[in-house]
């Protein structure tokens, strides 16, 4: 596998990881709510898993376009 190749299968792994993160956040944030310590940040602690979830998806399609940008180059 050379370095396209991983480039562009990197990509596409970070794109999966930021979905699964959007669909595991529901059933996660009312976990956390329940916990004392972190009930009054609940919002806090759902936009920062909403942002993770959105940088992930950022970076996969950010390398996937840069890939195929140097592809073209070639």
Known sequence: ??????QLL????LIAV??????KIPHVLPKVAE????SGAT????SSFYLLGG??????????LK???NTEDV
């Open 1 to 6: 596998m050379d370095n396209k190749q991983f």
């Open 43 to 46: 919002f806090i602690i759902g």
């Open 35 to 38: 916990l004392d310590y972190f």
């Open 18 to 23: 930021g979905i699964a993160v959007f669909f």
């Open 10 to 13: 990197y990509g596409i792994v």
């Open 67 to 69: 890939n195929f940008k």
């Open 55 to 64: 940088l992930l998806l950022l970076a996969g399609v950010k390398k996937i």
